[in-house]
């Protein structure tokens, strides 16, 4: 048994206006058909265009989209930028004034201890003097004591 052959499929193409074609009775299958097939050609051909068409703007409108994300970010990239150099400036002025400042604060210890040992002395010296003032009395007093006897 064998099964019948089939011929091979056309390839469709879109009908020419220059091949000439019989003359067939309008209300024939076969116009029909070659109206179908027109129709149908000329149906997908639109269809074609408007999803190319459709497929430009869908690109067109993806690309706005991704710049639009973009210049987005890189604005908050920007902007955080600025504020990580103005804070870069602030923390050297920062610094400045800290060391000025230690500076200073290391002149006023080294003040306060002189006054300090100066007070000392001063109370030392008040003591001395004290010391002396009765060492002076006493011999004073023995010279008075073997002046008198």
Do not use: Y
């Not at 604060?105 to 002395?121: G, R, V």
Request: charged letters at 30%.
């Amino acid at each position: 048994m064998s099964s019948p052959r089939r011929q091979p499929a056309r390839a469709r193409t879109k009908p020419s206006p220059e091949i000439n074609r019989p003359e067939v009775q309008s209300g024939s299958l076969e116009s029909s058909l070659l109206r179908l097939v027109n129709d149908h050609q000329t149906t997908a051909t639109r269809l074609r265009e408007q999803t190319e068409k459709s497929k430009k703007e869908a690109i067109k409108s993806a690309s706005r989209v991704s710049d639009l994300l973009v210049d987005a970010v890189n604005g908050g990239v920007e902007e955080c930028f600025v504020n990580e150099k103005r804070i870069e400036v602030e923390i050297r002025a920062l610094k400045a004034t800290v060391m000025r400042f230690a500076k200073l604060t290391d002149q006023w210890l080294a003040s306060t201890h002189a006054i300090n040992n100066a007070i000392k002395e001063i109370g030392d010296f008040e003591n001395w003097m004290k010391t002396m003032e009765l060492d002076c009395k006493s011999i004073t007093a023995a010279i008075s004591n073997i002046h008198q006897s």
